[in-house]
């Protein structure tokens, strides 16, 4: 269309060219016949000027469409190759965390630098972390269908856990946390009862607790122009300072993260969670409150909040269905119509206790099996736990004592939801392995002596 413009414009130019030089050879005097042929050339030119206007209007109305045609592709072919390359696979994921698992060493594949780049985690760092979720999940089944739900809405979007960090910080990623979390939740008895308090900051947690239980707090009848009575309500804080519990080193070999068939993810969050879920299971139940949690099982002297006395045994190497209906009895019913009041021993005391029946000679232990519903002991749910000790090594008030009742929301838990992983490079070096080593902080504490009763063996 510009070339049909380009002549037209030409022979316009001729014409007029030749209407000019008729002009001049007529010295203005133009015959009829030479005006005839002078106006036909004249006319010509006109309607030529007419449609090279037309035709230029169209070459640029057609280059404004290729215009936007060309930039409607290139935005559709960035879209797409944008999108293409912004979507993280799990793959990636275990790529990029094989990556900063073999920074600095010989065994560094290219792939997994370029999985690092696309998941946008930082290079040549030691340290990396993630975030438990933000709500505790409460079952091995609910780690499992919330990091789904993570993965699938934050698969095009971003590589990291929940909430926001330092760019390039938070590498850990989201099969690792899921592991984790699975193992603090398999070996967490206490956590899986107690009330969870997670946040981005370790700083010192005041719980505030609300105790107005005495009867010179009851409501009462009013007479007629007679002051009311005033009773405060009874507070008091219980403080949480979330303690830096450590999984120890993991050595893992460059072999096996390099080549493992399986996503090295959920191998080191594993190994972490096992050993971290442990250590603070134990520390939540009988901890000392000495440089870390208190838990609710210690002695009674460590805290003024610890289980309470439900029952007194008149053995310490059996069970007796009115003592253990004592303790059920002893917790307010208050309390034990709540959702995690709960009974909780070792494993070795529910064997000893699926034994026992009651005053009809019916085991106290019942399992509906018409409805599925769960294992229950009067009635009420137990969890076991393996830092509760057995019978047998139960002596006395001044022991650890091997059954407790009660509502386990009384027990506060507070922990900082970042997770921080460090590689140690070194350490293993001779040995062509690389350690890690994972950190986390939490604290807790029970708050309430009558929430939750224990079972207080005899001496002897």
């Not at 609910?142 to 993570?150: A, G, I, S, T």
């Not at 690792?176 to 947690?205: D, K, P, S």
């Not at 505030?208 to 009013?222: M, R, Y």
Request: aromatic share 8%.
């Amino acid at each position: 269309m510009i070339a049909s413009a380009k002549g037209m414009k030409e022979e316009r130019a001729k014409l007029l060219t030749d209407c000019q030089k008729m002009l001049e050879e007529a010295k203005g005097e133009l015959s009829d016949e030479t005006r005839g042929k002078f106006d036909e050339m004249f006319d010509r030119a006109a309607k030529l000027e007419a449609d090279i206007q037309r035709t230029e209007k169209l070459a640029e109305a057609s280059r404004a469409l290729e215009d936007v045609r060309e930039t409607t592709l290139k935005h559709d072919h960035d879209k797409q190759a944008r999108t293409t390359k912004d979507v993280v696979t799990d793959r990636d994921r275990d790529l990029a965390f094989r990556g900063f698992a073999l920074q600095g060493t010989a065994r560094q594949r290219p792939e997994f630098e370029q999985a690092m780049q696309k998941v946008g985690a930082a290079q040549y760092t030691r340290e990396a972390s993630g975030l438990l979720l933000p709500e505790p999940p409460r079952s091995v089944q609910e780690v499992r269908d919330r990091y789904k739900e993570q993965m699938e809405l934050r698969a095009t979007t971003n590589y990291m856990n929940t909430g926001t960090a330092t760019e390039g910080t938070e590498l850990v990623p989201n099969e690792a946390m899921a592991a984790y979390e699975i193992y603090l939740v398999t070996f967490g008895a206490v956590r899986n009862v107690a009330e969870i308090f997670r946040r981005r900051t370790g700083g010192t947690l005041p719980v505030p607790i609300i105790n107005d239980t005495a009867t010179t707090t009851l409501g009462a009848v009013l007479a007629e122009n007679t002051a009311t009575t005033v009773h405060t309500i009874a507070t008091y804080n219980v403080n949480l300072d979330p303690y830096k519990y450590t999984s120890h080193l993991i050595p893992v070999s460059i072999e096996l993260m390099q080549d493992s068939g399986q996503p090295l993810g959920p191998i080191i969050g594993r190994a972490a969670g096992i050993r971290i879920g442990r250590a603070q299971n134990r520390d939540f139940t009988v901890g000392t409150g000495a440089a870390g949690p208190t838990g609710f099982n210690t002695l009674s002297s460590n805290s003024t909040y610890a289980a309470g006395t439900g029952s007194t045994g008149s053995t310490h190497s059996q069970w007796v269905y009115s003592e253990i209906l004592t303790l059920f009895h002893s917790v307010d019913p208050a309390y034990r119509m709540q959702p995690n009041c709960v009974w909780m021993f070792n494993d070795n005391s529910l064997g000893e206790l699926k034994q026992l029946t009651d005053a009809g000679s019916r085991p106290i232990w019942h399992f509906d099996m018409a409805s599925g519903g769960p294992l229950t002991i009067e009635g009420k749910r137990y969890v076991l736990n393996m830092d509760m000790v057995d019978m047998s090594t139960a002596t006395g008030s001044s022991a650890r004592h091997p059954i407790a009742f009660g509502d386990f929301n009384s027990v506060k838990v507070a922990e900082c939801m970042e997770v921080t992983l460090r590689r140690l490079d070194e350490r293993y070096a001779e040995q062509g392995a690389v350690a890690f080593l994972a950190f986390a902080r939490a604290d807790a504490s029970p708050t309430n002596t009558n929430a939750i009763k224990r079972w207080v063996p005899a001496s002897t």
